[in-house]
Structure formats: C-alpha cells, structure tokens
C-alpha cells in the first residue's frame, strides 16, 4: 500500500541535536558570496556555547552574491532554557548578519523536531513551547512543528515519529494534546513509526503505520479519526498489522497473512462502520493514486480482489492491486503463462483495465524490458494487455517462449512486443513461431544477445507485412542491425 504523506527525517539518536538551516541571498563584500558565508557561519555559530558542531555550504550564483545552508547541531540534553537562548542567538546571528538585498530564511531542529524560524523571537518561543512539551520523551524519535501562518492560509503542523509501535496511539495522543493546549486547532497532527527508522530513510519515505487528522489526497481538511484507532487497534489485538494509515472516514491496512484479511475487515468495520476500510495482507497489497483528491472506495477494489484471489498460485510473489490494474509478479516464464491464462479465464471486468504478469518491472532505466532483462542475464518473459486483449497477449507470450527474454503488451491504445534471438539464423523459426499470432498494429522490437544497441531494430505489421521504422536522429543502422532487419522482412514479406 502507499501510506500517508511525505515522512520527515529525524536527526540522528545518540545526541540531542539542534539544526539551524539558513539561506543567504545579495550582495556581498566576497566575489564568491556563498562559499565565504559558509564559512562565516561554521566560525561564528561554532562558538555558540552549547553548539556541537556546525555544516555549511554555499551557492555562488552571482558574483558578490550567493546562498548558504548552514546546520548546527547542539550539545546533548540542553535544558528548555539553553534550546531558547540558542535559538535567539541563531536568530540574532541571522538578523545581525543582514544587509541591504540579503534575505535569510532558517529552521532549526532540536531532539529531532524540526521547525522554521520565524521572524520575531515570540513567534520562536510559541513554536519552542510546542517542541518542549514533546521533546525529552524517550518513546518519541522527533518530528516537525510548523505554527499555523497569521493568516490563516496554513493551518500549521505537528508531526511525531515514535521509537516503537506499541507506542503510536500513546504518540498520537500527545500530539492532539499539545496541539489543544496550543490552540493549534486547524493543525495538522500525525503520529508514525516504521520498522527501519535511520536516519538515512529518504524524504519521501512512507512511514509503516501512521495516525492523522488529514487524508493524505484530498483538501486536507482535518477531522477526529477517534472510530478508525479503536477499529485499529482492534485488529492489531487479532492479527499481525505490518502496515496501517489511520485517517477520519478512512483506515487502510496491510497484514503479515492473507488469510487474516477477512476477519479483520469485518472487526474494523464493526468498529467504524462509516469508514472505509481497505484491507490487504500477505503477498497481496492494494495501491491508492497518488494527488487523487476522489480516493477509491473500499468497494472499488472489489473486481481487483477477485482476480487477485486468481492470481495467488504457485510460482507468484507478489498482487499490485489498485481498482484498475491488477499487477502479478512471477519469475518462471511457465508459471507467467499459466498464471496469465487463469486470470484470462476469470473473465476480468470492470473497473479492471489492465492486467499485467511476469517478473517485477525494472524501471531503473530507460531500456526496454528485454535489453533489461538481457543484461540481467535472465530469461524472462512478461504477459500484460486489456481484459479484452489478454488473451492475445498470451498467444503472443507462448510463440515468444523459445525468444527470451522477451514480452508482450496488447492494449487498445499500445500494441508492442520485444524478443531477443541469439543470431540472426534464428530469424525463420521466429518468424514461423510469431506470424500465426501477431495482432495487426503490433510494434516489433527485436534484438540480437550481446550485441546492444547495434543488433536491436524496430519493426511494426501494417496490413500483414512487416515495415523497418525510420532511424531517429542520431542513429545509425549498424551491420548488425541491417542484417537482422533485412533478415525479418525477407523471411515474413517473401
């Protein structure tokens, strides 16, 4: 599943940690402006008392101009007092620095809370009474803290990450308290936890399980998701939950068993009878749109899971579901094929569009699946088309199984299929094996092993004959390429 929002990272564990990130743009007495203030900044907020250590870097966009990241990490355990002077200190070393076209913009982050500076030293002291009341609490790892804008057209944030995850509904506890008692009533709250927490998690990491008062996808609005906890934690007494989004109106979950998946359903539901409850687990995992403000309804995924219960079959070791594609990752060109043909003999239907079987996609870079697959040293073979064209696709996907790696995609809109022949000798027998079921239109993509971009050339079936496309800009039609492509249309128009 795709959990929740953006994840902040926190600041590494084993010290209490205090960053202040600040942007310096204008004139300067320095040619290189950025780098010169990078260094400025790492002397003089390197002697702040209480500071640890200091990290610049500049940006020298115009001469005598320039932009500068620093961040400065605090000794371990500073009181709420010493948080306070430092951070006055950073913001007068910030407002004492400015001159005529210079601009600084700061954040800072202390235990792990991270918040932007604000102008006036009092706005700074109502974001520090928010982080002191969560900060020195050994089950919270940290979080970020934005005060809701003066206004009005940011409602503010308080997000906390937890150390264990039979903390979360303690965090998210605490959370809405400090956001009552801040008056924060238009914040957006989130407690979260993850099973690999380091501090080198990407920005955009999901967290595994995560409360809110937002939907993650709509306008944003917050709301109470006080029925969809108690649904959640009913489940998580009942059955292993690897994975969960907790949301007003909305609670998604993801189980260690596939087989838990219905008696959990129908525990949340009972709990939260006006949510909509999405449930997976096992190998089977369901996929929401991303920036999709008309989230799928439990209901929707309802054709998918079918197909998917289809699809759970030897040889299979993941199900991809969203409420139009149905996603099955199998390695054995064999089981490709029978696992295609089953699900072609379930009769996929609405709101299912596409159906796709065979290894799991490498989007790595740029090549096409075969060149992939055939620099992975694989045989591998992928099945994918329309409910109505599925079929087709795994006529095509059967002629290929002696031309692999190779693939098949038949679509109303997209009609392609790639194969890989060890020499051009084999150019008949492919031929003899693919004609018979070629669909008209289908775009043609063959290759030569161990010969890469040279012994590759693109064809496309117009009106029962095979025509050579046009070479791009830049390209060359090798000997390589030539003979194999002379070859194909010797052996199908002849």
Same mark, same amino acid.
Request: glycine letters at 10%; aromatic letters at 4%.
């Given at each position: @599943?795709?959990?929740?929002?953006? $994840?902040?990272? !926190?600041?590494?564990?084993?010290?209490?940690?205090?960053?202040?990130?600040?942007?310096?743009?204008?004139?300067?007495?320095?040619?290189n402006?950025?780098?010169?203030?990078?260094?400025?900044?790492?002397?003089?907020?390197?002697?702040?008392?209480?500071?640890?250590?200091?990290?610049?870097?500049?940006t020298?966009?115009?001469?005598?101009?320039?932009?500068? &990241?620093?961040?400065?990490?605090?000794?371990?355990?500073? !009181?709420?007092?010493?948080?306070?002077?430092?951070?006055?200190? %950073?913001?007068?070393?910030?407002?004492?620095?400015? +001159?005529?076209?210079?601009?600084?913009?700061g954040?800072?982050?202390?235990?792990?809370?991270?918040?932007?500076?604000?102008?006036?030293?009092?706005?700074?002291?109502?974001?520090?009474?928010?982080?002191?009341?969560?900060?020195?609490?050994? $089950?919270?790892l940290?979080?970020?803290?934005?005060?809701?804008?003066?206004?009005?057209?940011? +409602?503010?944030?308080?997000?906390?990450?937890?150390?264990?995850?039979?903390?979360?509904?303690?965090?998210?506890?605490?959370?809405?308290?400090?956001?009552?008692?801040?008056?924060?009533?238009?914040?957006?709250?989130?407690?979260?936890?993850?099973?690999? *927490?380091?501090?080198?998690? =990407?920005?955009?990491?999901?967290?595994?399980?995560? /409360?809110?008062?937002?939907?993650?996808?709509?306008?944003?609005?917050?709301?109470? =998701?006080?029925?969809?906890?108690?649904?959640?934690?009913?489940?998580?007494?009942?059955?292993?939950?690897?994975?969960?989004?907790?949301?007003?109106?909305?609670?998604?979950?993801?189980?260690?068993?596939?087989?838990?998946?219905?008696?959990?359903?129908?525990?949340?539901?009972?709990?939260?009878?006006?949510? *909509?409850?999405?449930?997976?687990?096992g /190998?089977?995992?369901?996929?929401?749109?991303?920036?999709?403000?008309?989230? =799928?309804?439990?209901?929707?995924?309802?054709?998918?899971?079918?197909?998917?219960? %289809?699809?759970?079959?030897?040889? %299979?070791?993941?199900?991809?579901?969203?409420?139009?594609?149905?996603?099955?990752?199998?390695?054995?060109?064999?089981?490709?094929?029978?696992?295609?043909?089953?699900?072609?003999?379930?009769?996929?239907a609405? =709101? %299912?569009?596409?159906?796709?079987?065979?290894?799991?996609?490498?989007?790595?870079?740029?090549?096409?699946?075969?060149?992939?697959?055939?620099?992975?040293?694989?045989?591998?073979? &992928?099945?994918?088309?329309?409910?109505? @064209?599925?079929?087709?696709?795994?006529?095509?996907?059967?002629?290929?199984r002696?031309?692999?790696?190779?693939?098949?995609?038949?679509?109303?809109?997209?009609?392609?299929?790639?194969?890989?022949?060890?020499?051009?000798?084999?150019?008949?027998?492919?031929?003899?094996?693919?004609?018979?079921?070629?669909?008209?239109?289908?775009?043609?993509?063959?290759r030569?092993?161990?010969?890469?971009?040279?012994?590759?050339?693109?064809?496309?079936l117009?009106?029962?004959?095979?025509?050579?496309?046009?070479?791009?800009?830049?390209? *060359?039609?090798?000997?390589?390429?030539?003979?194999?492509?002379?070859?194909?249309?010797?052996?199908?128009?002849?």
């Open positions: @599943m795709l959990w929740g929002r953006r $994840r902040t990272r !926190s600041t590494a564990l084993t010290a209490t940690t205090l960053t202040a990130v600040l942007l310096l743009t204008g004139c300067s007495a320095h040619v402006a950025g780098s010169a203030g990078a260094e400025k900044a790492e002397r003089e907020l390197s002697a702040l008392d209480g500071v640890q250590s200091v990290r610049g870097s500049g020298n966009n115009l001469p005598f101009a320039g932009e500068v &990241s620093v961040r400065v990490t605090a000794d371990d355990d500073l !009181s709420d007092a010493d948080l306070r002077r430092v951070t006055h200190e %950073v913001g007068r070393w910030i407002h004492d620095a400015s +001159g005529p076209g210079t601009t600084y913009h954040s800072m982050e202390a235990d792990g809370f991270g918040f932007f500076l604000e102008g006036r030293a009092s706005e700074n002291d109502e974001l520090l009474a928010v982080v002191d009341r969560l900060r020195g609490d050994d $089950r919270w940290g979080g970020d803290v934005d005060a809701p804008s003066a206004s009005g057209t940011a +409602g503010g944030n308080i997000a906390l990450t937890v150390r264990e995850a039979d903390d979360l509904v303690s965090g998210w506890d605490a959370v809405r308290k400090v956001a009552t008692s801040s008056r924060w009533d238009t914040a957006s709250t989130s407690a979260s936890w993850s099973a690999d *927490q380091s501090d080198d998690l =990407p920005a955009y990491h999901a967290p595994d399980l995560r /409360i809110a008062n937002d939907v993650a996808g709509t306008d944003d609005t917050v709301g109470d =998701p006080t029925p969809e906890i108690a649904a959640y934690e009913r489940v998580r007494a009942a059955h292993e939950v690897t994975r969960a989004s907790v949301t007003p109106g909305r609670l998604l979950m993801h189980l260690a068993d596939l087989d838990d998946v219905g008696d959990a359903t129908a525990i949340a539901q009972q709990a939260a009878p006006d949510a *909509q409850v999405i449930v997976d687990g /190998i089977v995992t369901k996929d929401e749109p991303q920036g999709d403000d008309d989230l =799928p309804d439990a209901d929707d995924y309802a054709e998918a899971d079918r197909l998917a219960a %289809v699809a759970v079959r030897p040889g %299979v070791t993941a199900v991809s579901l969203t409420p139009t594609l149905v996603d099955v990752t199998v390695a054995d060109p064999d089981a490709v094929l029978a696992t295609a043909t089953a699900l072609a003999a379930a009769a996929p609405d =709101p %299912v569009t596409s159906i796709r079987v065979g290894p799991k996609a490498d989007t790595t870079n740029g090549a096409d699946g075969a060149d992939r697959d055939a620099a992975d040293g694989t045989n591998r073979l &992928s099945v994918d088309g329309s409910p109505a @064209m599925l079929g087709a696709s795994i006529q095509v996907g059967t002629a290929l002696a031309f692999l790696p190779a693939a098949s995609e038949q679509f109303s809109t997209n009609q392609s299929v790639a194969a890989t022949l060890s020499d051009a000798g084999q150019v008949p027998a492919f031929v003899a094996a693919v004609r018979p079921v070629l669909p008209e239109g289908t775009g043609l993509h063959v030569l092993a161990d010969r890469g971009t040279g012994g590759t050339t693109d064809l496309t117009r009106d029962g004959k095979l025509t050579a496309e046009p070479l791009r800009d830049g390209e *060359q039609r090798g000997a390589d390429r030539t003979d194999l492509e002379r070859a194909l249309l010797d052996a199908w128009n002849s």
